[in-house]
C-alpha cells in the first residue's frame, strides 16, 4: 500500500481532496443557496416536489465521492503511517458524516415515495430534519474534517 500511495501521491490526494470539496461543498451550495430560494416558492406540492429532485440530485452526485474520500483515506492512513488522535477524530467525524448521509438518503427516498403516492403530508415530516438539522451538522463536520485535513499534511 506504501509504494501504490507514493507512486501516486498527487493522484490519490486530489481525488480525496476533491471528493471532500464536492460533497461539503454540494451541501454548502444547497442549504445556503438553493434552499432559500426553493421557500420562495408559494405552492407547497412544487416546493415539496423540487426539493425532494434537488436532494436527490445531490445525494446522488455526491455518493461516489464518499466512497473515494473512504478508499483514498485508507490509502493515505496506509501509505503515510499516519496515526494519532487527529487521524481518528477525522476518521470519525467523516464516519458520522457518512451514516448521517444514509439515514438522510434514506428518509429522501421514503419521502419520495409518499410524495409520488400524493401523501404530500407525510413525506414532508420524513424530510422535515434534513434542512436545519442533518444537513448542517453534516456541513460542519465536513469544514471540520476538512481542516482537520489540513493540519495533517501541514
Known amino acids: 500500500m506504501q509504494a501504490l500511495f507514493e507512486h501516486y501521491k498527487t493522484i490519490i ?5 476533491i471528493s471532500a470539496v464536492i460533497w461539503v461543498g454540494g451541501m454548502i451550495a444547497i442549504k445556503f443557496a438553493v434552499h432559500p430560494v426553493i421557500q420562495s416558492i408559494e405552492e407547497p406540492k412544487i416546493k415539496l416536489g423540487k426539493t425532494l429532485h434537488i436532494v436527490g440530485r445531490l445525494f446522488n452526485l455526491v455518493m461516489p465521492f464518499i466512497v473515494l474520500i473512504v478508499l483514498c483515506g485508507f490509502i493515505i492512513l496506509k501509505g503515510t503511517g499516519l496515526s494519532g488522535v487527529v487521524v481518528h477524530i477525522k476518521e470519525s467525524l467523516w464516519t458520522i458524516m457518512t451514516l448521517n448521509y444514509v439515514y438522510m438518503y434514506i428518509k429522501r427516498t421514503h419521502a419520495q415515495t409518499l410524495f409520488d403516492r400524493g401523501d404530500f403530508a407525510s413525506a414532508k415530516e420524513q424530510v422535515r430534519l434534513l434542512p436545519n438539522v ?11 474534517a476538512i481542516f482537520l485535513g489540513v493540519e495533517l499534511r501541514g
Open 13 to 17: 490526494l486530489f481525488l480525496h481532496i
Open 134 to 144: 442533518l444537513l448542517p451538522l453534516n456541513i460542519v463536520l465536513g469544514v471540520v
